[in-house]
């Protein structure tokens, strides 16, 4: 397996075909998602070469593949399997998002990857656990900045689908090859233990970026000792969450590897994020100049503190 061209983002993951219900909708319906869908064609719009490792059933239709395509992302190295694509249930009751696996196709694993694979920038964005041991010790010999979506790590499922978090001794060993690690509040709290603080995050994961998001709310980035407070973007009216925060962690690492500044690059990814949750699946993302005029609206807001004592520097104090 050969690469033609050097790329400057690749993402690992499962493709999904999401099932969504919605209120008002007399029936569900499926929507192509996953961190490579929305991570790719977020960081696409931003101008970059990406490359797509991921795996899909025969279910998922040669459409679909063409639509990536067509959309700039280098589908060369997303393999057919035997077994159906992976797919969730994601369902919407008062003002909440529910999310049940129904199936998780086959894993990736070092097979998959070409040894001659050599991005600018590598996020894997599992989202069932598909990526395996020998896939992560063949990524973490790349040179060149990584990044990790804690959900891929910490989820478990139970037996009728549904999600719940879990953090090992063998999580935090994958996470120390990563630079940048992306989750939610929830996540990073099932990864370290509550209560959560920025000086246990700085101690525990290391000098990596640590990146928690926070909804609504917004993020906040820690690096080089200091926490970024990053409001979200305020005139956005919500109407599917998913896929912010695959756009929102592909956005950041791409603007980063360019050598934009931390707040810089959050402010792209929180504006590219701003865009997704507008539309319904992977239907609405801004151009450049778009997400940059945001950017530049949330970066105004950006707010640096220096990390010092423990107790004075806990998430709700910064957020």
């Known amino acids: ?13 499962h493709i999904t075909l999401d099932l969504i219900s919605r209120k008002g909708s007399r029936h569900p319906f499926f929507v192509i998602g996953g961190p490579p ?7 696409r719009r931003l101008g970059a070469t990406v490359i797509l490792i991921s795996k899909v059933g025969p279910d998922f239709g040669d459409e679909r593949m063409l639509w990536l395509s067509r959309a700039g992302l280098d589908t060369s190295l997303i393999k057919l399997s035997k077994t159906p694509t992976t797919r969730f249930d994601i369902s919407y009751k008062d003002g909440n998002r529910y999310l049940r696996l129904l199936h998780r196709c086959s894993p990736i ?24 041991k020998s896939a992560f010790k063949l990524l973490k010999k790349l040179v060149c900045i990584k990044s990790i979506d804690l ?16 953090g090992s001794k063998l999580t935090e060993r994958v996470l120390s090859m990563f630079d940048v ?14 209560p959560l603080d920025l000086y246990s995050l700085l ?28 409001p979200a973007y305020e005139d956005v009216k919500i109407v599917d969450p998913t896929g912010a925060g695959d756009t929102y962690l592909a956005s ?22 701003s865009f997704v949750v507008e539309g319904v699946g992977p239907s609405c993302f801004g151009t450049l100049s778009m997400v940059e005029e945001r950017a530049r609206k949330i970066y105004e807001r950006v707010e640096r503190r ?8 806990s998430c709700e104090s910064l957020l």
């Not at 991005?119 to 894997?124: D, E, F, I, Q, T």
Request: proline residues 3%.
């Open 151 to 166: 959900q891929g790590v910490l989820r478990a499922f139970t037996d009728n689908g549904y999600i719940t978090l879990r």
């Open 203 to 230: 101690k525990r994961l290391g000098n990596r970026i640590v990146i928690i998001t926070v909804g609504s709310k917004g993020s906040f980035v820690k690096a080089e000792g200091y926490v970024y407070s990053i």
């Open 109 to 132: 694993t070092s097979k998959d990857i070409p040894r001659n694979l050599k991005p600018k920038a590598l996020h894997v964005g599992a989202v069932a656990g598909e990526v395996s």
């Open 1 to 13: 397996m050969g690469l033609s061209k050097s790329y400057d983002l690749a993402i690992v993951g």
């Open 181 to 194: 690690v992306c989750g939610s509040l929830e996540e990073h709290q099932a990864l370290l233990g509550p």
């Open 252 to 273: 950041f690492l791409y603007t980063y590897s360019l050598g934009e500044e931390v707040a810089w690059s959050a402010s792209i990814a929180t504006a590219a994020a």
């Open 306 to 313: 220096k990390i010092t004592k423990p107790h004075e520097r």
């Open 37 to 43: 869908v929305y991570g790719g064609l977020a960081a």
